[in-house]
């Protein structure tokens, strides 16, 4: 069913009460976990949903392809800034990321499902597998929140 009113969006506000109330209830780790599992089917989902799965595409294509759906003119879920890629590695600069919103300077918040959304994209679209960390923070001194996938065997 369709929101006529509301429309697709909801707030950040209630989001991060998700996130503090499945942390409240099943853990930090396990929340983590939950969390990076539903960005990354939400980031092959968009994938398929926008014709980008499997697509020979650049580093820099992925970048504004990734910041048109999930920046300004997309679901506002973060910017993306860049993408660089070296052999086995792609690291992600993502800024205005929902997971760091509302949070503190020195927070140790991770951007879990922003991560997972990003992994799930790139996987998607590259068709190999990743594993996915959160380097560097806002929140800790960077300059953006950065993430990056190493490639598995």
Known sequence: MKRENLGDFVSIVCFKGVITGMEDALGEKATAIALIAAGRTRGKNLTNSLGLSGAKISVEDIASKLDR????????LCMVDKV????????VYTKETVCSSGEEEGSPRKCTYTLGAVWGALENIYGQRYRG???ESVLRGGTHDVFEFKTLA
Do not use: I, V
Not at 71 to 76: L, S, W
Not at 84 to 91: A, P
């Open 69 to 76: 759906a999930l920046g300004t003119n997309g679901t506002r």
């Open 84 to 91: 660089e890629r070296t052999d086995d590695l792609l690291k």
């Open 133 to 135: 960390f959160h380097t």
